[in-house]
C-alpha cells in the first residue's frame, strides 16, 4: 500500500526520525535508541517512511541503513509555497499598516 507524504509528516515520531537520517544514514537499533520506545514501533514508523518513498535503503552486510531522500521533501514544499505566497502577502500588508500608523503618531 502506497501512502500519501502527508501521512508521513503528520506524526511527530516520524518527523524526528527524518531529522536524525537528514543527516546521518542509522540502523534501526540505531534509530530506536533516540525514542522512548520500543523498536517494534520504531520499525513501523520506519515502514510507513518507506512506504512514502521518504528514506533510502542501504545494505551493508546484515545491516540495513536508512537516510533521508531529501528530493522526495520537494513535494512538502511545493504544497506549503501556496501558503507561503499568501503569508507574505498578509505580512507585506502588515508592514503597510505599521508604517501607516507610524507615521500618523509622527505627525502628531
Known amino acids: 500500500m502506497k501512502r500519501d507524504i502527508f501521512q508521513a509528516i503528520a506524526d511527530p515520531t516520524r518527523r524526528a526520525i527524518l531529522v536524525l537520517v537528514s543527516a546521518n544514514a542509522l540502523t534501526p537499533n540505531a534509530i530506536a535508541e533516540q525514542f522512548n520506545t520500543t523498536r517494534q514501533a520504531v520499525s513501523k514508523h520506519i515502514k510507513i517512511l518507506n ?9 551493508v552486510g546484515r545491516e540495513i541503513y536508512y537516510q533521508l531522500k531529501i528530493e522526495k521533501m520537494k513535494e512538502v514544499d511545493q504544497w506549503l509555497e501556496q501558503f507561503k505566497k499568501i503569508w507574505e502577502s498578509r505580512f507585506n500588508q502588515l508592514d503597510q499598516v505599521l508604517i501607516n500608523l507610524k507615521s500618523k503618531k509622527n505627525e502628531i
Open 51 to 59: 512506504e512514502c518513498e521518504l528514506l533510502d535503503e542501504k545494505k
